[in-house]
T-cell receptor, first 114, second 118 residues
Framework: NAGVMQNPRHLVRRRGQEARLRCSPM?????VYWYRQLPEEGLKFMVY????????ESGMPKERFSAEFPKEGPSILRIQQVVRGDSAAYFC????????????FGPGTRLTVT | GESVGLHLPTLSVQEGDNSIINCAYS??????FIWYKQESGKGPQFIID?????DKRQGQRVTVLLNKTVKHLSLQIAATQPGDSAVYFC?????????????????FGTGTQLKVEL
């Protein structure tokens, strides 16, 4: 029973490039959450999605960041024109439904912007 | 100026002793709390959860205590082992998301580094 999968695990981008981070939720889970973690800090909520819908994007920066969770395929977090301040670990979590609060996390993608 | 990472509070315990990790949460309306363990280079791993209608919950070697009056949460680990060394985060559920049709948006604390000495 595979857990939450994220790829790539490590991503290096130069300033101005685009970063695409992928997340496949646990089997049977239709709710996906993205969080960002800076070194030695807690995780900060970014966005909550269900299939084909963005439910809560209150933690997403207004510019350059977007997320989707299509009907088929993984959820994608996209960062356009990356800057050094985007360097962080990005974690995806999934849950089976809204009522169950427990979220299961993936291993994360570590983005480094040079 | 340039921002730097915060130094996490650290708890050092001897192997076999009990550990108590504390967390103060911010939202008095939070109704669900989770403790996560995060090892270096890995994602957070669920340890135990508790709902706001309870004040204590026990798992295998772990106990979570909730004091809503002072908005305080604690994680107790019995007979701490070297494999327990990690950063521990408490997280609270933001129920506001449910009111707007949203889900369970977790707000994480800053974390505590647990070091187990042999």
């Amino acid at each position: 029973n595979a857990g939450v999968m994220q790829n790539p695990r490590h991503l290096v981008r130069r300033r101005g490039q685009e970063a695409r981070l992928r997340c496949s939720p646990m089997k049977g889970h239709s709710h996906v959450y993205w969080y960002r973690q800076l070194p030695e800090e807690g995780l900060k909520f970014m966005v909550y999605l269900q299939k084909e819908n963005i439910i809560d994007e209150s933690g997403m920066p207004k510019e350059r960041f977007s997320a989707e969770f299509p009907k088929e395929g993984p959820s994608i977090l996209r960062i356009q024109q990356v800057v050094r301040g985007d360097s962080a670990a990005y974690f995806c979590a999934s849950s089976p439904n809204m009522q169950q609060g427990e979220q299961y996390f993936g291993p994360g993608t570590r983005l480094t912007v040079t | 100026g340039e921002s730097v990472g915060l130094h996490l509070p650290t708890l050092s315990v001897q192997e076999g002793d009990n550990s108590i990790i504390n967390c103060a949460y911010s939202n008095s309306a939070s109704d669900y709390f989770i403790w996560y363990k995060q090892e270096s280079g890995k994602g957070p791993q669920f340890i135990i959860d508790i709902r706001s209608n309870m004040d204590k919950r026990q798992g295998q070697r772990v106990t979570v205590l909730l004091n809503k009056t002072v908005k305080h949460l604690s994680l107790q680990i019995a007979a701490t082992q070297p494999g327990d060394s990690a950063v521990y985060f408490c997280a609270e559920n933001d129920p506001g998301g449910k009111l707007t049709g949203g889900g369970n948006k977790l707000t994480f604390g800053t974390g505590t580094q647990l070091k187990v000495e042999l």
